[in-house]
């Protein structure tokens, strides 16, 4: 099983960073996923860590410690756009050998003026 | 374009219907997976399939069965439909690999089904 742990909402204002962390626990670790998902829209992909450190992709940058079971999304030059739902998902391995994406609660983002 | 398409955006069903949803996807995705979204609760995942008639129990897969017969299709089943199945079904697809970086989940639009 596993144990997903993420702040359920952060408010920030537009142009400013927000880190939103991301812990988990799990037996078979095989990557993490970021998904942003705006109000009655479904989850789209972005962001994927397998191993240790930073992967940046222009505003938004993910980073992962796997000996701390930690992961975080740094989104920088917050737009209004970001208000969204941020989703952490880790891919573990399912008792038939499959691997499967177990999401997190989800962090609502605020971005005020 | 990947595209996940689920067969109804809304739908609203009696207390003990049989309720279909369907999902296709376009990718040749060998996974698929059915999740249901409620507020506070986040995704949690029902079942899911890697390959054809090939399926494996998620988290909460009481009171659903789900069918893959075709390898693009993916249909969740609720037996006898009940107020505490009311929630946004999401379908995904995603390929199969122990690697790879493009694994991502592509998800379908969502089902708001609502059991009155």
């Known amino acids: 099983g596993q144990n997903i742990d993420q702040p359920t909402e952060m408010t920030a204002t537009e142009g400013a960073i927000v880190q939103i962390n991301c812990t988990y626990q799990?037996?078979?670790?095989?990557?993490l996923f970021w998904y942003q998902q705006h109000a009655g829209e479904a989850p789209t992909f972005l962001s994927y860590?397998?191993?240790?450190g930073l992967e940046e992709k222009g505003r938004f940058s993910s980073f992962l410690s796997r000996s701390k079971g930690y992961s975080y999304l740094l989104l920088k030059e917050l737009q209004m756009k970001d208000s969204a739902s941020y989703l952490c998902?880790?891919?573990?391995?399912?008792?038939?050998?499959?691997?499967?994406?177990?999401f997190g609660r989800g962090t609502s983002l605020i971005v005020h003026p | 374009d990947v595209k996940v398409t689920q067969s109804s955006r809304y739908l609203v069903k009696r207390t003990g219907e049989k309720v279909f949803l369907e999902c296709v996807q376009d990718?040749?995705?060998?996974?698929m997976f059915w999740y249901r979204q409620d507020p506070g609760l986040g995704l949690r995942l029902i079942y899911f399939?890697?390959?054809?008639?090939?399926?494996e129990k998620g988290d909460i897969p009481e009171g659903y069965s789900v069918s893959r017969e075709k390898k693009e299709r993916f249909s969740l089943i609720l037996e006898s439909a009940s107020t505490n199945q009311t929630s946004m079904y999401l379908c995904?697809?995603?390929?199969?690999?122990?690697?790879?970086?493009?694994?991502?989940?592509?998800f379908g639009q969502g089902t708001r089904l609502t059991v009155v």
């Open positions: 995904a697809s995603s390929l199969w690999s122990t690697g790879a970086t493009n694994t991502e989940a592509f």
């Open positions: 799990t037996s078979g670790f095989n990557g």
């Open positions: 860590n397998v191993l240790d």
């Open positions: 998902a880790v891919r573990d391995y399912s008792s038939g050998g499959s691997y499967i994406p177990t």
């Open positions: 990718m040749d995705h060998e996974n």
């Open positions: 399939s890697y390959d054809v008639k090939m399926k």
